[in-house]
């Protein structure tokens, strides 16, 4: 499984960002896709988890801010960013996990500063 993020970028605290993966594979089979991120000096947290059956999970400091989605026909997940603020600033990796091997795409820069 192959997975390529894009959307990082700079942008102003409360300012919305959307970040997409595509997918190598139908999303549709995958077990489980969602997103990580990592800041400097920061162990790498759950940001949004998506499962093949429609569910979804988030890690405590998005909740409410930040949404996960996906796209079938372009085999695509989305994370929908929200009232960003600077402790949002990180790279963002989305992953998929198939039979028990997770699968990392190379990450975008999230950077929330005024």
């Known amino acids: 499984v192959q997975l390529q993020a894009s959307g990082g970028g700079v942008v102003q605290p409360g300012a919305s960002l959307r970040l997409s993966c595509l997918v190598s594979?139908?999303?549709?089979?995958?077990?489980?896709l969602g997103w990580y991120r990592q800041s400097p000096g920061k162990q790498r947290e759950l940001v949004a988890g998506?499962?093949?059956?429609?569910?979804?999970g988030y890690g405590d400091s998005v909740k409410d801010r930040f949404v996960i989605s996906g796209d079938s026909t372009k085999n695509t997940v989305d994370l929908q960013m929200n009232n960003l603020n600077t402790e949002d600033t990180a790279v963002y990796y989305c992953?998929?996990?198939?039979?028990?091997?997770?699968?990392w795409g190379q990450g975008t820069l999230v950077t929330v500063s005024s």
């Open positions: 594979e139908s999303i549709g089979k995958i077990p489980m």
């Open positions: 998506l499962t093949d059956f429609g569910s979804t």
């Open positions: 992953y998929a996990m198939v039979n028990h091997t997770a699968y």
